[in-house]
């Protein structure tokens, strides 16, 4: 565990979160600031930066984190209208928290793909 890691702390439990799934792998919780009507983030329990870091080193953890992506959209009711799973990756990506995570997002129709173009 990275102490300095805020998605890290979550899975300690030393910050409090709205958990919505949970596997041997993987968490899911809602976002605190969420962007559509379902906003979930699912991450690996163990600290990745991000998912090119987590899809080399660990492709059976990154398989798990897509497989939960799916569990919870399914969960959420999302899986019959549609959704969007994001991983913001890097500064351009405009990853803010660097623990991965996958953004899982619906409930309503989601507009261009990008922001502004
Ligand atoms: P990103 O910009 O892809 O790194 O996304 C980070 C996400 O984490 C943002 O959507 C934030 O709203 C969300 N976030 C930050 N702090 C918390 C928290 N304590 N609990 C849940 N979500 C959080
Ligand atoms: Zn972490």
Known sequence: ????????RIVAGEIPATVVHRTETTLAFRD??????????????EHYADVAVLAEANPSVA?????????????????????RVIFNTGEDGGQEVFHV???VVGGAPLGPMLAGR
Not at 1 to 8: G, I, P, R
Request: glycine fraction near 4%; charge should be negative; charged fraction near 15%.
């Open 1 to 8: 565990m990275d102490n300095s890691c805020l998605f890290c």
């Open 63 to 83: 398989a798990d984190v897509l497989a939960s992506a799916a569990a919870v959209a399914e969960m959420e009711g999302l899986a019959a209208d549609g959704f």
């Open 101 to 103: 995570h996958a953004h």
């Open 32 to 45: 605190i600031n969420p962007k559509a009507p379902t906003h979930v983030l699912v991450i690996p329990v």
